[in-house]
């Protein structure tokens, strides 16, 4: 697949493709994956067609930014979009045995400990090593990572220091990642955020960022990256002890989960290319965002991705109460699309 189709970031002129890469498991998240296993997955996705691609220093102890920005080295910089994030400083262990899975769940040499830090000078420092460890001489879009218990700091200190290196040209567009949408719903409508980050918070089984953060950043002009799609698997595999939110999903949302997929597969498709299609039915959302670390990944993501969903699934979901009556659904956002264009844009 190539020329996968884009959407701007807010205002700033940064523009993203709809489907983007979650650079964790380059940091081997919970597993160890080779340098050459990690260069593999990233040259399927660019040959998929992907171009944005989201790594931070807490992945891996910057092991993430490391892999990203050696396999992205010597392609043309101005066709892809790196995002990285602030809030973890990496600070020198004094003392490296060990792995830091306890710690982080990343199977890596615990060579140095993350220090929170939303500062201004903490922001700064953690770009310019960011920087350093992608080669690179500018970040694309870069997220608050997680500020939920730093949140004065992030408002206070974090995004005017983000705003200021925006105003210089180090950053294209600026925001917040985050697993609620509470905070990123006051960063929305408080500041002058290009883009959020949601994870986990619009899905097939969970619509909160519906209520409040969506709403606001279709008035604001803001833009929403969705990530955790699948609700750490339950929505690729609902299969008994599967996890939503990392932890196993209670029976009532597996059932939920189940009786889902069973209507996908009724209508001719699968629950993940549903997962995949389902935040499009927001006009804010920019992106999703699929954590991948090996090239399989990437091919079916992709083939996902462009799975046509029928209206007649979105149709039932909503009357059989799988889904609220007013939860928009993909057909609905993108009527002015021609037919056939791709899956979920089908009226």
Known sequence: MSGLPRRPLGPGGVEVTELSFGAAG????????????????LDHAWAAGIRYFDTAPHYGLGLSERRLGEALRGRDRSSYVISTKVGRLLEP???????DLADGGFAVPRTHHRVWDFSADG???????????????????????????HEEEAFREGYPALEKLRSEGVVGAIGAGMNQAGMLTRFVRDTDVDTVLCAGRYTLLDHQALTELLPAAAERGASIVIGGV??????????????????EAPPGLLARAQALRTLAERHGTTLRAAALAFPFGHPAVASVLVGIHAPEQVTDAAAQFAADVPADFWREARETGLLPP?????????ADIPQGVRGRDRL
Do not use: C, M
């Open 326 to 334: 007013d939860v928009p659904v993909p057909q609905e956002a993108r």
């Open 26 to 41: 380059l940091g081997n998240l919970h597993t160890p994956i080779t340098d050459e296993q990690a260069a593999a997955a």
């Open 93 to 99: 262990a004094d003392d490296v045995r060990g792995n």
């Open 123 to 149: 922001v700064r420092r953690s770009i310019e090593a960011s920087l350093t460890r992608l080669g690179i001489d500018r970040v694309d879009v870069v997220f608050l990572h997680d500020p939920d218990h």
């Open 230 to 247: 699948f609700n750490s698997g339950l929505l690729a595999d609902p299969r008994p002890g599967a996890r939503f939110d990392y932890t």
